[in-house]
């Protein structure tokens, strides 16, 4: 008998395809090299592309993922979060 492969086996093989080696997306800003000069600067600081694979890893069998960011102590921080997790909030106007 032959078992369909598992979700986590699913979602492995769509991340690999989504962010796999040479696969991350390119931040452009069209006309301005300083500001993309910074992004890049910014996205290799936080490690960014590891945290996307995570949160993908994490949420990307229910279809949700959950990051959070900041400055601490002069870097810029990128938090995975599990989104079973998170309550999200409703605020008044």
């Not at 600081?45 to 959070?68: D, E």
Request: charged letters at 20%; hydrophobic letters at 40%.
């Amino acid at each position: 008998m032959v078992r369909p492969p598992s979700p986590k086996v699913i979602v492995n093989a769509f991340t690999g395809l989504l962010f796999g080696e040479n696969q991350f997306p390119k931040f452009l800003v069209s006309g301005d090299t300083d500001s993309e000069d910074y992004v890049k600067a910014l996205i290799q600081v936080s490690s960014l592309p590891a945290k996307m694979i995570r949160a993908r890893n994490i949420g990307g069998a229910t279809g949700t993922s959950a990051m959070s960011w900041c400055y601490f102590e002069g870097k810029p921080r990128i938090q995975v979060h599990n989104p079973k997790y998170l309550y999200v909030h409703e605020w008044e106007d």
